[in-house]
């Protein structure tokens, strides 16, 4: 099934046209990154992505991640899991969802809204319960949190958008300062070269434009006008993947 993907600019009226198709499977959630893409299904089962065949992994989790800090997931109990050698390895904490895409960092937020970052001396060489580990709780409280290179975007129960900026390897909380960023969405994800994509609490797509080291919040936002509603997005090395409500998956660039 292929079908166009078309991006209105909120502001401009502007469009430009994409292709897209669905993909085997069904999966509630999905993150892409590094090359490597990873989702979770209804049933809390966990895939990977080799060639065009989904490959089931050992384990259930409600959420998994890929990026710079490898690969790393919660399960329906909130408990933290990282993939070492091939199995997964429980990490001390609580977080309903994680995050893998800081530069070598990790960041999630836990059932109370709280926000938590692990810098890299930490995340990169946990391997068992005798490493070391150290949670960062940051200001503020939201729903999801996801990082970048260039920073890091989160959103509340309120669907308000915020954007934390100086996020380092070795400083995850950056400068500790949320910057509200107009709009209102319900999920982000910021892909390994810091594009950003979200989705509303209607199920619409959005992208943000205007992203640079010395623009980090962007300009504006661009609605993704596609059939139907989705409830997930991710986006690495020029695809956008897209779970829509039903679970079906699409894959546009």
Not at 44 to 62: A, D, H, I, S
């Amino acid at each position: 099934m292929k079908c166009y993907l078309i991006f209105f600019t909120v502001f401009t009226g502007s469009c430009v046209a994409l292709n897209c198709q669905q993909v085997d499977g069904n999966l509630k959630q999905i993150d892409a990154g590094l090359g490597q893409v990873f989702g979770v299904n209804a049933s809390n089962n966990v895939f990977t992505l080799y060639g065009n065949t989904w490959v089931q992994l050992p384990g259930e989790l409600k959420h998994v991640t890929v990026g710079p800090a490898g690969v790393w997931g919660v399960n329906t109990d909130n408990n933290i899991f990282k993939m070492v050698a091939g199995q997964w390895v429980n990490v001390p904490g609580l977080l309903v969802q994680i995050d893998a895409g800081g530069d070598e960092f990790i960041s999630g937020v836990n059932m109370f809204d709280k926000v938590f970052c692990m810098n890299s001396q930490y995340s990169m060489a946990y391997s068992n319960a005798q490493t070391l580990t150290q949670w960062e709780n940051l200001p503020g409280g939201l729903t999801y949190y996801s990082c970048g290179p260039i920073g890091c975007w989160g959103v509340n129960s309120a669907n308000q958008i915020f954007l934390m900026n100086n996020v380092i390897p070795t400083s995850c909380m950056g400068n500790q300062q949320w910057q509200n960023i107009q709009g209102s969405l319900a999920m982000i994800e910021v892909g390994t070269d810091g594009t950003v994509y979200g989705v509303d609490n209607t199920g619409k797509i959005f992208r943000r434009d205007g992203i640079t080291n010395s623009t980090p919040a962007g300009t504006q936002w661009t609605l993704v006008n596609i059939c139907g509603n989705c409830k997930h997005v991710s986006y690495d090395l020029g695809v956008l993947w897209i779970i829509k409500d039903d679970g079906s998956i699409m894959t546009c660039s």
